[in-house]
């Protein structure tokens, strides 16, 4: 099992749409995770961390299901902005790698 | 503030030939990290700096790789030879601190082509 697996996309909405992805991760000792947003070749830059009890900054909300080992980011009301591939990201907080970046999963809104 | 500075930006050279790639980090951030990225894969560790100590080149192909960031600053990131299968982006980031609250910073990349 790879340590962070993601949806495989690609996931194709409309605008206004509410999309959903979801990240499993291996290592249940990992203490925290993030969401990152990339562009079209361009680099990754931090979207949002997850916390415990959940979180929400705007159209998007990121929840952490820790008995599961999986980790979710909702994306309400979509904008052909939102187009980009999304990578989960989990902090083993050990080892030698301790972050550990998903594939990613694609998004694009369609006008 | 300026950010991570990488280049360069597009390489493009033949198999077997040496290619080096330089990184900038954000000014007082103590931790350096190459990543290689190919295409739709996620980044993926080749070495983490904490100041001028590698202290995680597991993932680097030390046969062929090679890196160094001399005064804990700067750093650069060598290839010779070159194999095809070296086509991808170098990505360089920088954090604060390790651990870190998991916000890396990156560079553009430096997009590499072997022919």
């Known amino acids: 099992r790879k340590e962070v697996e993601q949806d495989p996309g690609p996931f194709n909405v409309p605008e206004g749409a509410t999309v959903a992805f979801n990240c499993t991760y291996s290592?249940?000792?990992?203490?925290?995770f993030f969401w990152y947003r990339q562009d079209c070749r361009k680099e990754p830059k931090l979207l949002m961390s997850?916390?415990?009890s959940g979180n929400e900054d705007g159209r998007f909300t990121a929840q952490l299901n820790r008995a599961s080992q999986y980790i979710s980011l909702l994306i309400r009301d979509s904008k052909l902005s939102d187009s980009a591939t999304y990578l989960c990201v989990v902090n083993q907080h050990s080892g030698n790698t301790p972050l550990v970046f998903g594939k990613g999963t694609r998004l694009s809104v369609i006008a | 503030e300026a950010g991570v500075v990488q280049s360069p930006r597009y390489k493009i050279i033949e198999k077997k030939q040496p290619v080096a790639f330089w990184c900038n980090p954000i000014?007082?951030?103590?931790?350096l990290y190459w990543y290689l990225q190919n295409l739709g894969q996620g980044p993926e560790l080749l070495i983490r700096?904490?100041?001028?100590?590698?202290?995680?080149d597991s993932q680097l192909p030390k046969d062929r790789f090679s890196a160094e960031r001399l005064k804990g600053v700067d750093s650069t990131l060598k290839i010779q030879p070159a194999e095809l299968g070296d086509s991808a982006v170098y990505l360089c980031?920088?954090?604060?601190?390790?651990?870190?609250?998991?916000?890396?910073?990156f560079g553009e990349g430096s997009r590499l082509t072997v022919l």
């Open positions: 000014s007082g951030h103590n931790t």
């Open positions: 997850v916390y415990s």
């Open positions: 700096y904490e100041n001028e100590e590698a202290v995680d």
């Open positions: 980031a920088s954090s604060l601190r390790y651990p870190n609250t998991g916000e890396l910073f």
């Open positions: 290592n249940s000792a990992s203490q925290s």
